[in-house]
């Protein structure tokens, strides 16, 4: 298991950025893909971005490309999620995730640790 602390959420206005940080413990960080997922109010958990373990592969969801970048660096056990040109359809709790394998994937069952989430919201 991995324990995993999300920050960096808030208010922010459309157009704008935010980076959000989330700090692993527990478990080998590097050797694992990570990922992030955000939950709209009366909406279905979504994919956002995951980051193979070295970072050579990342995948995104359709509603978020061109617009965020998720990082990750090893030595700090840390995984970064980059939001710009933000919508207030991006208004979400965003969550972060570990993968239960070391296989990179997009699918919310693949991920195994969860963090309590941080809620961004995107004023228009």
């Known amino acids: 298991q991995v324990h995993l602390v999300e920050s960096g959420g808030g208010l922010v206005q459309a157009g704008g950025s935010l980076r959000l940080s989330c700090a692993a413990s527990?478990?080998?960080?590097?050797?694992?893909?990570m990922g992030w997922f955000r939950q709209a109010p009366g909406k279905e958990r979504e994919f956002v971005a995951a980051i193979s373990w070295n970072g050579g592969t990342k995948y995104y969801g359709d509603s978020v490309k061109g617009r965020f970048s998720i990082s990750r660096d090893n030595a700090k056990n840390m995984v970064y999620l980059q939001m710009t040109s933000v919508k207030p359809e991006d208004t979400a709790v965003y969550y972060c995730?570990?993968?239960?394998?070391?296989?990179?994937?997009?699918?919310?069952?693949?991920?195994?640790?969860w963090g309590q989430g941080t809620q961004v919201t995107v004023s228009s």
């Open positions: 527990g478990r080998t960080f590097s050797n694992y893909p």
């Open positions: 995730a570990a993968s239960r394998s070391v296989i990179i994937n997009t699918v919310e069952a693949a991920f195994g640790s």
